[in-house]
């Protein structure tokens, strides 16, 4: 696995949390040991910070997560957050590929980070239809899933995180959740219906734990 920076900037965890994070609750729920998925809503720049910092305070393991190369200004600075700040960066040419990279990073019993619904969703009411990478990677790897529900503001730009987290005081909560249980779906053929059925499995234990109603696959073939 390729080292990050992690270690060296731990100290700043702490202070980030103090900053961004009202509570985090059901962290015992986050294995200590072996390869662990988290699955979260996604509302928020900072939602991948927030948790990072707290899984890393927990069991000392930096998370790869699954995100875009070209948000923003581009690939330029996305790329080298790769080997800097554990973040796996999604080519959409070749969207197997990171996918395999994350298969690699969880068999040495890493920690991969994916938001399921695909993009941020700002809708407090419901999630957006879960897309099927995570109950994927689950079934390739036997990794268990852990379901986060992340509640804060929605922001999408810096002045957003210095207005709402710092000055408003409006920080997040963290809710993490016991791990999905997909043995019904595990050494079974892989078809388009039991990946449907493992996701929206997954997506209900999100929103239970973020307060959102899951949006659900069509199974009709």
């Known amino acids: 696995m390729e080292k990050t920076i ?3 900037v731990a100290w700043a965890f702490p202070i980030a949390n103090a900053l961004f994070l009202k509570s985090a609750q059901g ?6 040991q072996g390869p662990v998925i988290l699955a979260s809503n996604h509302i928020s720049v900072p939602d991948e910070g927030v948790m990072a910092g707290v899984v890393y305070g927990k069991i000392r393991k930096p998370v790869w997560y699954i995100a875009r190369d070209d948000y923003w200004w581009g690939r330029w600075w996305t790329v080298p957050l790769k080997n800097a700040l554990a973040t796996l960066l999604v080519d959409w040419r070749s969207p197997a590929e990171v996918l395999k990279e994350a298969e690699a990073i969880l068999k040495e019993g890493g920690v991969v980070g994916m938001y399921p619904e695909g ?17 994927r990677l689950a079934l390739a790897t036997n990794a268990p899933v852990v379901p986060v529900g992340y509640t804060g503001p929605a922001i999408a730009r810096l002045r957003d995180v210095i207005r709402e987290f710092v000055f408003k005081r409006n920080t997040a909560t963290l809710r993490f959740g016991p791990a999905v249980d997909l043995s019904a779906y595990r050494g079974k053929p892989v078809t388009r219906e039991l990946l449907y059925r493992a996701t929206d499995d997954i997506m209900a234990a999100i929103g239970a734990l973020c307060g959102k109603r899951p949006r659900l696959h069509e199974y009709a073939p």
């Open 6 to 8: 992690y270690p060296y």
């Open 119 to 135: 993009t941020r969703n700002t809708d407090g009411r419901a999630l957006c239809v879960g897309k099927t990478g995570v109950a």
């Open 27 to 32: 962290v015992e729920h986050i294995p200590t």
